[in-house]
């Protein structure tokens, strides 16, 4: 089985906010800045771009 802070997300993958207030946002994963926190820069749906901990972040689907 998979432990979830040992999955980590790449560029491609598509992600919503854990955020019970962004949960209708879909974007992809276009950056992966290394670290702590490991943050990933995220392309929401309209083309906006934002940066986020993993750890605020749950993947609907991994890219190949």
């Known amino acids: 089985h998979r432990i979830p802070w040992?999955?980590?997300?790449?560029?491609?993958?598509?992600?919503?906010?854990?955020?019970?207030?962004?949960?209708?946002?879909?974007?992809?994963?276009v950056r992966c800045i290394?670290?702590?926190?490991?943050v990933k820069v995220v392309e929401w749906t309209?083309?906006?771009r934002c940066s986020y901990p993993e750890r605020?972040?749950?993947v609907i689907s991994e890219s190949r």
């Open 34 to 38: 290394p670290g702590t926190d490991r």
């Open 46 to 48: 309209g083309a906006i």
């Open 6 to 29: 040992e999955v980590q997300m790449k560029v491609g993958d598509l992600v919503r906010h854990k955020s019970p207030y962004a949960r209708g946002y879909v974007g992809i994963v």
């Open 56 to 58: 605020d972040l749950e």
